[in-house]
């Protein structure tokens, strides 16, 4: 992928987290790529449609990533990071005179609220999770069908969960509907596809339109549910600075 692909890809992947809809040569040019006239624009991602980055959906102008776009974005351009609005909140959580669990349903709330997806924290023997009607506002789900999907990966999800199924995750790790994994690398500070996973660890979710990020904790784990357009960096970022105020950084 040459310079110009990398940078019009980046930006489709941006826009499309923020607006859920499909993403025109016009808006880019318009918002981000001030140098470059829509025709060029449309050129290059007519490119990337052919190379399966992106795809254009029903008659529409506009351009929608595909899971191959987002695990590119994941893989070369996710700088995990917080708005300090978010980090000052979640820090505030840990910082008050709740006790255990407490504390972690509240933090398990605010990510859920912070996330737009649904938190997952297991401890010990307790599993919990919060945000479910976050999740399932998003668009993606607006149609019944698709709502139905996400329920059964949920279900999947809980079923594993309680089976101690997710017990043999190691760092942090993002999963994606076709059974890719992605694994941060602590020595190159980026996510790396991973190969050696076990079948334990890869879950099938059946909704095309759904990620996963787990991260492992001493004693369970925490992780995020949401939407395969979920903020990868603000998400991830979320796990990393919870899991910091838990002291297991």
Known sequence: MNKR????????????????????SKILSKKYIKDLSPASIRITMVELCNKGYLIQPHTSAGRVPTEKAYQFFVDKFCEPKLPYGIEKRLESIFSGRRKGGDVLKEAGRFIAF???????????????WEGLSH???????YDASNVLE??????????????????????????????????????????LFKSDYSE?????????DLSLILSNLEDGFIGILGPTRMDYSRNIALIEKTKELLGEK
């Open 5 to 24: 692909e990398e940078k019009i890809l980046r930006h489709v992947v941006k826009e499309y987290i923020k607006a859920a809809k499909p993403i025109s």
């Open 114 to 128: 912070a996330s737009h997806g649904v938190s997952l924290f297991s401890q010990k023997e307790d599993f919990f």
């Open 135 to 141: 999740f399932l506002s998003q668009p993606e789900f």
């Open 150 to 191: 996400a329920i059964e990966d949920f279900e999947e999800l809980y079923r594993a969960a309680r089976e101690e199924m997710v017990s043999e995750i190691k760092g942090t790790q993002i999963f994606f509907p076709s059974g890719v994994v992605l694994e941060w690398n602590h020595d190159s500070d980026r996510f």
């Open 200 to 208: 334990r660890e890869k879950f099938l979710l059946k909704d095309e």
